[in-house]
């Protein structure tokens, strides 16, 4: 039921500059968010670290809290999405679980930035408040998901209790995977966190 991972579209000089910059930028501000804390870094010092202006910053970013994003909203879709074309046969819970072993695989790459952004979450309650937000809205899209595929406009219970579950087997994965030094990729994490319950 895993999906590979498609392959990165081509780009024009133009659009890998803008992607460049904003890549800069969001690895300046996880490194300052995470040495300095998030309240005492100022979109000034990131624009600096990353070479860029202020105003350029903000071409990217309304806020600097919108750096931590980091893909979180587009592979919310990806969630459901995949949630939603998973066969109405299979049990609510191993959908949600080999939905998120396939985001899992996206974020592989990223474990480094990963940690950074983990770090800075922690130095901010108003961070740790937006990422319980995140994960709300990752377990909402798992829920929808799930339901629609059994045909249902709403989650009902079942659907719920199954996103969230999923969604405690993924922050259980992540945790184990940015603290530990070696460790298996993601994906593995999160298929064996499910297969530790009864």
Do not use: C, N
Not at 157 to 178: E, H, I, N, P, S
């Amino acid at each position: 039921m895993t999906e590979p991972v498609p392959e990165p579209a081509v780009l024009g000089r133009r659009e890998q500059h803008k992607l460049d910059t904003r890549r800069a930028l969001e690895d300046a501000a996880l490194e300052l968010f995470a040495r300095d804390g998030f309240e005492r870094t100022t979109v000034e010092a990131i624009a600096e670290r990353a070479q860029v202006s202020p105003r350029t910053f903000f071409r990217y970013f309304a806020a600097k809290e919108e750096v931590l994003d980091m893909g979180w909203t587009k592979r919310r879709e990806r969630l459901h999405e995949l949630t939603t074309r998973a066969p109405r046969e299979a049990a609510d819970l191993d959908v949600a679980v080999a939905a998120l072993a396939a985001i899992a695989v996206e974020f592989e790459p990223e474990l480094e930035r990963v940690r950074l952004r983990a770090a800075a979450v922690a130095t901010s309650s108003a961070l740790r408040g937006r990422t319980a937000d995140s994960m709300a809205a990752w377990e909402a899209a798992l829920a929808r998901g799930l339901a629609g595929r059994r045909g249902l406009e709403h989650p009902d219970d079942q659907a719920t209790v199954a996103a969230a579950v999923a969604l405690g087997l993924w922050r259980w994965a992540t945790r184990r995977w940015v603290t530990q030094q070696s460790t298996p990729p993601l994906a593995d994490l999160v298929r064996a966190a499910a297969d530790r319950l009864p």
